[in-house]
């Protein structure tokens, strides 16, 4: 947990730890991204997914916004950083089905 340093527990067998840049807007001080209170332990419905079993956010602390992203087995990943929407940037966690 940001801040903290308390331990984010995320189901499935392996964990990746995504941190990008703060989910506050540096111009305005307002929240981009503020999961509700009782959604910070699922932010996504992952139910139909193959290999991802959770998505928790682990909070957003001196510029930096981290989430834990629990998967079914420790598979082969890689992170794309994409353009938009407007004039901002994406992430996405590319995880493999299988070894």
Request: proline fraction near 6%; glycine fraction near 14%.
């Amino acid at each position: 947990m940001d801040g903290s340093g308390a331990v984010v527990p995320v189901r499935g067998a392996a964990r990746l730890e995504v941190i990008t840049g703060s989910g506050v807007d540096s111009r305005t001080g307002s929240a981009v991204f503020a999961p509700a209170p009782g959604r910070r332990s699922d932010l996504v419905d992952v139910d139909e997914y193959r290999t991802l079993r959770q998505v928790a956010w682990a909070g957003d602390f001196e510029g930096q916004m981290t989430l834990g992203l629990g998967t079914r087995a420790r598979l082969p990943f890689r992170v794309l950083v994409l353009p938009g929407p407007g004039a901002g940037s994406r992430i996405v966690v590319d995880v493999a089905h299988r070894w």
